[in-house]
């Protein structure tokens, strides 16, 4: 099937996975404007995905609902899990990106160190500490948690690392705004490329 978008050469890609535990379904257009249109019932992680969305140019469509009567981790690891999976997806062959992003994203306070390879291999080195337990219904825990099970499935290697701590909802929203320029520099092309892939193997695992 044929999403919109694709006919205009965009990578656009869906992904929905249900279990006992949740639903889930992405939408990601990596050549967006930054629509965000998020409910995962999760106050915060809403407000984190819209950064995302916002900050990275994508298009991004997240519907969520899981087993919050236990608590919100399985739809939070679900979440970033889908997400993971339409964003490799949507990636294609990777001709002529960029492959490598990194920002370095003040937030009043706060520092966040990102930087991203898109390599073909997840592999996740996150430094990102809060001194407080929860950010509205979100606990503070999942959000290295998110980021790294988002590297896994999106094959690609992401560090992010807390370089001036402070204000949690600032460290939070600093590391998915890095991650939003980080992933926008990796996937944008380069016009001097053209095509090519980029990787002296010639050869990307995807
Ligand atoms: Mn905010």
């Known amino acids: 099937m044929t999403l919109p978008g694709e006919r205009l050469g965009r990578r656009v890609a869906e992904r929905q996975r249900e279990t006992a535990e949740t639903?889930?379904?992405?939408?990601?257009d990596l050549d967006g404007?930054?629509?965000?249109?998020?409910?995962?019932g999760i106050g915060f992680l809403d407000h984190l995905l819209t950064h995302l969305a916002r900050h990275g140019?994508?298009?991004l469509r997240v519907h969520a609902r899981g087993d919050r009567q236990i608590d919100e981790h399985h739809t939070t690891?679900?979440?970033?899990?889908?997400?993971?999976?339409?964003?490799?997806?949507?990636?294609?062959?990777r001709a002529g990106i960029r492959r490598m992003g990194h920002?370095?994203?003040?937030?009043?306070d706060v520092l966040v160190l990102v930087a991203i390879d898109l390599s073909g291999r997840g592999k996740a080195v996150i430094d990102l500490p809060f001194a407080r337990e929860r950010l509205g219904e979100l606990s503070?825990?999942?959000i290295p948690?998110?980021?790294?099970?988002?590297a896994l499935e999106g094959r690609l290697n992401l560090h992010c690392r807390l370089l001036v701590p402070g204000n949690a909802h600032h460290q939070a929203e600093a590391a998915f705004k890095g991650?939003?320029?980080?992933?926008?520099?990796a996937v944008s092309f380069d016009p001097r490329r053209s095509g090519q892939l980029p990787s002296t193997k010639e050869y990307l695992e995807a």
């Open 57 to 59: 140019g994508f298009d």
């Open 23 to 28: 639903v889930v379904a992405v939408r990601i």
């Open 179 to 185: 991650l939003a320029r980080a992933l926008s520099d």
């Open 103 to 108: 920002s370095l994203m003040p937030m009043d």
């Open 145 to 150: 948690h998110f980021l790294e099970t988002f």
């Open 33 to 40: 404007s930054g629509r965000a249109e998020i409910t995962t």
């Open 140 to 142: 503070t825990e999942l």
């Open 77 to 93: 690891e679900d979440v970033a899990i889908v997400l993971g999976q339409a964003f490799l997806a949507a990636l294609g062959d």
